[in-house]
């Protein structure tokens, strides 16, 4: 049984990241891919469901104002986010997002730990979606006129269900739907344009409500002045209402572009992904600004409270009373619908995003490639956050809005950079500014609203913890890919196996004199037994960057000062010689000698110096990696030290 559990969770395990089901997976490669429109649908998903919340959150973040606190979030959307993203989608058109574009920004282990960080933020996103989407989607099924007398109090339990469904839904093997996101959004976008129709019509044929609106809105400010003061003020209360751009970017690898494309220049992907940013964005920046209007002339303030029948479903409020409960209904359950699927698209995106980057760094166990593991952990994570928040969808807009700021504060960021090295003055300063705008939005939303902050600190805690337990664990794995020899390296080995078994001298690179070689050789022959008719090859790695865990090795060969080398560039020291003495057993069908001197020094300190910068006391590292990788200890190559 455990055996058959072992396999059902493991199952899928690959390789290749960003291959799992949902609708960020990356398409196989004869995946012809979908026009942008339809495409756009997935972004949609998470995009245009916050029309369930958004409204009610601007309402109370931004009270009467609540509109004038719109436009100003509709011009960061489109002189912000939009022209962010947009070269976002230039910069890493395959998906990969701001996150590469950072990744590259940084080398050595300063790299991985900002990637760490920005994931754990990415997390922060991406599970809060989940549950604040699952939290309004139980909303909606209690203030529903038809929902049975016992799901009055029972929010915190449909929520949960609702997670352990979508949960259910990725252990059973959830695929690609682009045709049901098509479906969702287009059935939920024509309900909104009625209920904001209707609600329009009401409010312009009834001016009186425009008036009290604007007398209570002079009533409780100065002037003109002071309500653009406030509104500027509280707009980052609003910030949930840009998520999606970060899914916009993720989804390309599904746009299908032009035949022509290519995975050097796919110019039709990038335009159309460009395209459907742009579309989108638009798009919801009208409906939030006629929905804002809607609710906050027709909605009495009170009914927007913790408990009021506005609370967390403004939208749905309207659609009930001004077109009945049947109408009502409708609109509830394709609302349900959408903040489901937008939960979807969110796991979907973290089933994407860990694989990508945590195994590749040796951070996390290889099982993390797997989606069921994962799905697993991320369910458990969902019920602990909605738990903490108790389904409330208030309480959790804060945490929501802090992960999309941050993402878009990294994107912003690489933008400005991507442009400034292609001399771009113009360009960098618009970044710049957007930037500024982004951190000071960010700021405000922190300081007002620290929870965000505290759950993203508890994701970035729990990654940098776990990744670094993990890397330490999986220190004294093989860690090569692959190893290749090329044409001199092979020609020298296969003479010297002619004359027996293949003898090693583990070697510092650094250039040599005939002299220095000759004293190494005799100072082994000394201290350890190498036969006088053997001829060793001195073998001398070179640390790229320690930081790496898996590269590909190619092994290349001289004869310079007298001697014969073999000389190699990996991320440690001893990983890189025993992968190199492996595959000189696997060619030559011989157990390799590799001959090592003692290093001197504390114990400890070269185990942190090999953790950190790949070196430190390279004998025993190496015979333990060869003991971990071959367990038939005859064929495992021999290892003398003197």
């Known amino acids: 049984m ?17 291959r799992h089901p949902g609708p960020h997976a990356a398409p196989s490669v004869e995946h012809r891919g979908h026009r942008w429109w339809r495409v756009m649908c997935l972004t949609g998903v998470d995009y245009f469901s916050t029309l369930g919340y958004q409204p009610g959150i601007a309402a109370l973040a931004a009270g009467l104002l609540s509109p004038l606190a719109t436009l100003v979030l509709i011009a960061l959307t489109l002189l912000g986010a939009l022209p962010v993203y947009r070269r976002v989608a230039r910069e890493s058109p395959h998906g990969e997002g701001s996150i590469a574009m950072l990744e590259r920004l940084l080398s050595w282990w300063a790299g991985k730990i900002f990637v760490l960080v920005l994931l754990g933020f990415a997390a922060t996103d991406f599970m809060i979606t989940i549950t604040l989407s699952a939290a309004d989607a ?3 099924v209690v203030e529903n006129p038809f929902a049975p007398h016992w799901a009055a109090g029972a929010g915190m339990a449909i929520t949960l269900l609702l997670v352990g469904l979508l949960g259910g839904v990725f252990l059973k093997g959830f695929r690609e739907a682009v045709g049901i996101a098509v479906v969702l959004v ?20 009834r001016p009186v409500v425009i008036g009290n609106w604007t007398d209570a809105l002079t009533a409780a400010h100065s002037s003109p002045l002071a309500m653009v003061g406030v509104a500027l003020l509280v707009f980052p209360k609003l910030a949930l209402g840009m998520s999606g751009f970060e899914t916009g970017v993720a989804v390309m690898p599904q746009v299908k572009g032009d035949p022509t494309d290519t995975w050097e220049k796919p110019a039709g992907r990038v335009r159309d992904t460009r395209k459907l940013l742009t579309t989108a964005a638009l798009t919801m920046s009208c409906l939030l600004l006629l929905s804002s209007l809607a609710t906050t002339i027709l909605i009495p303030q009170r009914d927007f409270a913790a408990g009021g029948p506005a609370n967390g479903r403004a939208l749905a ?3 009930h009373e001004r077109l009945g409960p049947v109408f009502g209904t409708v609109y509830d359950v394709s609302t349900i619908a959408i903040l489901w699927f937008a939960g979807a698209s969110a796991l979907a995106g973290l089933l994407n995003l860990v694989p990508r980057y945590l195994p590749r760094y040796g951070m996390a166990p290889e099982w993390t490639r797997a989606v069921r593991p994962l799905v697993l952990v991320f369910m458990v994570a969902a019920v602990l956050i909605t738990v903490w928040f108790d389904a409330s969808v208030d309480a959790q807009s804060g945490a929501y809005a802090t992960g999309v700021l941050v993402l878009m504060l990294s994107a912003s960021f690489a933008s400005a950079v991507a442009v400034h090295r292609r001399g771009r003055r113009a360009a960098t300063v618009g970044f710049g500014a957007i930037t500024a705008v982004f951190a000071y939005t960010l700021v405000t939303n922190v300081r007002e609203r620290p929870d965000g902050i505290k759950i993203a600190l508890i994701f970035i805690v729990a990654i940098l913890v776990t990744s670094f337990v993990s890397r330490v664990h999986r220190a004294f794995e093989l860690r090569a890919a692959e190893v290749t020899f090329d044409e001199t390296a092979a020609r020298l080995v296969d003479e010297a196996a002619r004359l027996g078994p293949l003898r090693l001298i583990a070697n510092e690179p650094q250039e040599h004199s005939r002299r220095e070689y000759r004293a190494k050789e005799d100072d082994q022959r000394t201290h350890t037994p190498i036969p006088d008719d053997g001829h060793p090859l001195f073998l001398e790695v070179f640390v790229r960057d320690s930081s790496d865990f898996t590269s590909d090795i190619t092994v290349r060969g001289d004869h310079r000062h007298g001697v014969r080398r073999l000389r190699v560039s990996g991320p440690t020291v001893p990983n890189t010689i025993a992968a190199v003495l492996l ?7 011989e157990v390799p000698h590799a001959y090592f001197s003692w290093t001197e020094g504390n114990p400890f300190g070269h185990l942190v110096r090999f953790l950190v910068f790949g070196d430190g006391e390279v004998a025993p590292v190496t015979r333990e990696v060869l003991r971990r990788a071959e367990r038939e200890p005859e064929r495992r190559p021999h290892v003398h030290v003197g």
């Open 317 to 319: 409020y309207l659609a």
């Open 138 to 140: 139980a909303a909606h």
């Open 583 to 589: 595959a000189l057993r696997d060619r030559t069908g």
């Open 186 to 205: 287009s059935t939920y976008l024509a309900l909104n344009v009625v209920v904001l129709a209707v609600s329009g019509w009401e409010v312009l044929s």
């Open 2 to 18: 455990r055996s058959r559990l072992r396999s059902w969770l493991l199952e899928g395990l690959s390789e290749q990241s960003a």
